[in-house]
Nanobody, 125 residues
Framework: QVQLVESGGGSVLTGDSLRLSCAFT????????MGWFRQPPGKEREFVAA????????DYLESVKGRFTISRDQVKSTMSLQLNSLKPEDSAVYFC??????????????????WGQGTQVTVSS
């Protein structure tokens, strides 16, 4: 059974950086497409970024392109999201998600059956 645990959230100022991590427990991390989603207070969960099972392909929400970078470590079974030049509108609970070998783009949260518990990111001006 796959389990996901996020870490790395926090409270920062506009322009600061954070690095979120998602630890994957279960069989064969290399066979899973991984994604990051976020949910601001009172709003719907939205896609942020995704990375293919091989790591060769990535996809980003337009508003985070050039600021956020998704990556994965196939040996450590972890996925990361580097958040640079943070803005107050990036404040949200960030979730990692997993689905077996599915081609990108994969922006629909309903396509991911496995989720972590989330980590809070708060950006103040």
């Amino acid at each position: 059974q796959v389990q996901l645990v996020e870490s790395g959230g926090g409270s920062v100022l506009t322009g600061d950086s954070l690095r979120l991590s998602c630890a994957f427990t279960g069989p064969d991390f290399t066979q899973y497409t991984m994604g990051w989603f976020r949910q601001p207070p009172g709003k719907e969960r939205e896609f942020v970024a995704a990375i293919s099972w091989s790591g060769a392909s990535t996809d980003y929400l337009e508003s985070v392109k050039g600021r956020f970078t998704i990556s994965r470590d196939q040996v450590k079974s972890t996925m990361s999201l580097q958040l640079n030049s943070l803005k107050p509108e990036d404040s949200a609970v960030y979730f990692c998600a997993a689905v077996q070998r599915t081609w990108l783009p994969l922006r629909n949260a309903g396509m991911y059956p496995t989720w972590g518990q989330g980590t809070q990111v708060t950006v103040s001006s």
